[in-house]
Structure formats: structure tokens, C-alpha cells
């Protein structure tokens, strides 16, 4: 055998080697058990959240006109979202070639710690509403925890929350805490189906 040729057959095994390294995961059963355990996790909390919103809104809304029905939700109240600068949750899809388990949890990852952020914020000047950050906070632990499991990238950017500088009285504020709440409870309907996907169903790679 020729010094090209031996050449050429190592380096086929290195890339061979560096494919198989970097491969995306086929299915659940390519992942460790505590990739599952972190989701279950995670999934307690995203249901724990979402009972306790209607307590909490009850405690902390008291301005007329707003309430957790969607089905009264109107224009004005769409404009506030923009006025105020609170930022849209990203959006989670079902699991595809193009939305890779990768970019899900990313997104899982960046909408909890958006939400976090926008009720420590709104935590500081409003009580009842200390107990949603926390549990925030843990969320985005066992979040962070499958995505350290499964060694999925985290190159996202923390949410920039300059929410204080855009509330000038009791009215912006109310509004402000109606719409994350709402917002919250929509995020986390999405997180449970994508949290149900992704500790159920095979992946494609």
C-alpha cells in the first residue's frame, strides 16, 4: 500500500470518526435517561405554572376591562404589547428536520428565561407574583439541564427587559402584568406539548 492511499484511508476513518461524533440524534433511545428526567421535570413545573396563573392574575389585576379570556383581548390592548416593549415568547413547533430538537429546547430555554425576566421585573413593584419567578427559575434549570445532557448548542442571547422604563403609572402596569401573564399561559400550553413531544415521540435525524 502506497503512502497516498494510506493517507486517504486515514483520513476517511478520522472523518468517518468525526461524523459519527457529530451526528444529530436519531431517537430518544439515543439519548441519556437524564435527558427524560430533566423533560419530566420540566413538564411538572410548565403544568404547575399554568394551574397557579388564574390564582395569581385574580391577586394581582384588578383594572376593569381585563381579564384572562381571550375572547376579550382588543386592539388597543395589542397596541399596549408594543408600547410597552414586551417582547413575543419564540415560537415552538412540533419536532421536524427543520425544527431540529436543538433549536426546540434553545427556544424552551430562551422563553422561560424571557418570562423570568419580565416578572422580575414586574415582581419588584407588584407582590403576588414572586412564586411564578421562581418557579421560572427552576423551569430554566431543568431546562438548561437537557440541554446539557444532550450537548445541544446554547448561543442564545438573554433577553434585553427595559420594561421599568416604559411603565408611567398604575394603568401601563396593569396592563403590563395582564399581558405576561396571558402570554406566560400561552408559552407555557406550547412548552407542555413540545415537553410531551420530546419525552414520547422518536426524533428524526
Given amino acids: 500500500m502506497n503512502t497516498f492511499i494510506i493517507v486517504v484511508v486515514l483520513l476517511q476513518q478520522y472523518l468517518f470518526a468525526d461524523l459519527v461524533r457529530s451526528a444529530p440524534l436519531g431517537s430518544l433511545s439515543d439519548l441519556p435517561p437524564s435527558f427524560r428526567e430533566a423533560a419530566e421535570r420540566a413538564k411538572t413545573l410548565a403544568e404547575k405554572i399554568l394551574n397557579d396563573i388564574p390564582a395569581v392574575y385574580s391577586t394581582t389585576v384588578h383594572t376593569e376591562g381585563l381579564t384572562l379570556d381571550p375572547s376579550t383581548q382588543t386592539a388597543n390592548l395589542q397596541m399596549m404589547v408594543t408600547s410597552l416593549g414586551i417582547p413575543a415568547a419564540p415560537v415552538l413547533k412540533p419536532l421536524s428536520e427543520r425544527f431540529t430538537l436543538d433549536t426546540c429546547v434553545?427556544?424552551?430555554?430562551?422563553?422561560?428565561?424571557?418570562?423570568?425576566?419580565?416578572?422580575?421585573?414586574?415582581?419588584?413593584?407588584?407582590?403576588?407574583?414572586?412564586?411564578?419567578?421562581?418557579?421560572?427559575?427552576?423551569?430554566?434549570?431543568?431546562?438548561?439541564?437537557?440541554?446539557?445532557?444532550?450537548?445541544?448548542?446554547?448561543?442564545?442571547?438573554?433577553?434585553?427587559?427595559?420594561?421599568?422604563?416604559?411603565?408611567?403609572?398604575?394603568?401601563?402596569?396593569?396592563?403590563?402584568?395582564?399581558?405576561?401573564?396571558?402570554?406566560?399561559?400561552?408559552?407555557?400550553?406550547?412548552?407542555?406539548?413540545?415537553?410531551?413531544?420530546?419525552?414520547?415521540?422518536?426524533?428524526?435525524?
Fill in 106 to 205: 434553545s427556544r424552551m430555554s430562551a422563553g422561560s428565561r424571557l418570562y423570568q425576566g419580565l416578572l422580575g421585573v414586574l415582581s419588584r413593584r407588584q407582590s403576588g407574583l414572586s412564586d411564578l419567578h421562581a418557579d421560572l427559575r427552576d423551569l430554566l434549570t431543568h431546562i438548561n439541564k437537557m440541554k446539557e445532557v444532550a450537548q445541544l448548542s446554547s448561543g442564545e442571547e438573554d433577553p434585553n427587559h427595559s420594561l421599568d422604563l416604559t411603565l408611567h403609572g398604575s394603568y401601563d402596569f396593569q396592563v403590563a402584568v395582564h399581558l405576561t401573564l396571558t402570554q406566560l399561559r400561552s408559552f407555557c400550553h406550547d412548552l407542555m406539548r413540545s415537553l410531551r413531544a420530546v419525552t414520547s415521540h422518536r426524533i428524526r435525524a
